[in-house]
């Protein structure tokens, strides 16, 4: 007998909603020659986190490789073409329907010139130790500061 | 004109290989009632790291979900049926054609009896304070230390 509980890790008995999916999000912090960060600031007309600062990337869609789509993801936001260096962490956030687990990169600048998208109203270069005061979404503030002490800022 | 350097991050009048392309894998620690971590054994037939101790999990293949294919893998390597419950952790290492950008999960088991693939020659439930000196391949121990400080262990 096939338990359809056993697919959401509900127990015999209990009442719950069905658990939210996750869903996986690619960002990177863009490192800068003087090892400035860039963060973009998302626009008032942002469903979540609207005014917030936030790191370039996004969703990964079905098809697409996790560095595809960041590159595309870059491109499209900021204007510029990165190269991934290494893995800078993890964190996670929850939605109305769905989980997020973000996977955060680090890179460089390889070509382009910076400018935005009509998602973000503003763009900065903001020091490793001001990262945390930015006003960075929620999610990525824990992140932050492991970030900065991780790579000495 | 068009910069092919650029491509690969190579400065001018400097010569480079190119640089390694990021591949995604995803890992779980899944947790057992008593709050201990599956580990499996990497078999003596292993390409990279046999006889090291790993988490279940793998390469997300192309039209895959991260989580599509993290649950596929477990069921595939140690035959459970598994929920994630949060983000874990994150890490990478280096193989001679590319780097593994890791995403490392947590979750608990929802159905199944555990057995091993061919990849792998054993399997056991382990306190989170013994996973440093279980044998883990070495880009996981930086995170095993984290992940016990984080959980507690």
């Not at 890179?107 to 010139?113: D, E, F, R, Y």
């Not at 006003?135 to 900065?148: I, N």
Request: hydrophobic share 40%; aromatic share 8%.
């Amino acid at each position: 007998m096939r338990s359809v509980g056993a697919d959401y890790g509900i127990e015999p008995g209990k009442v719950h909603m069905p658990e939210k999916p996750f869903v996986l999000s690619v960002k990177v912090v863009i490192r800068d020659a003087e090892g400035r960060c860039l963060v973009i600031r998302r626009s008032q007309a942002s469903k979540y986190n609207a005014g917030k600062w936030d790191f370039p990337g996004g969703k990964v869609d079905a098809g697409e490789s996790f560095d595809e789509a960041l590159l595309r993801e870059v491109e499209e936001e900021v204007g510029l073409r990165i190269r991934l260096t290494r893995v800078a962490g993890s964190t996670e956030s929850e939605m109305p329907d769905r989980k997020v687990a973000y996977l955060i990169m680090e890179g460089q600048v390889v070509a382009g010139q910076s400018r935005l998208s009509e998602e973000h109203d503003r763009l900065d270069w903001c020091a490793i130790e001001e990262l945390l005061d930015v006003g960075l979404c929620q999610q990525f503030l824990a992140f932050a500061g492991s970030y900065a002490r991780q790579v000495g800022g």
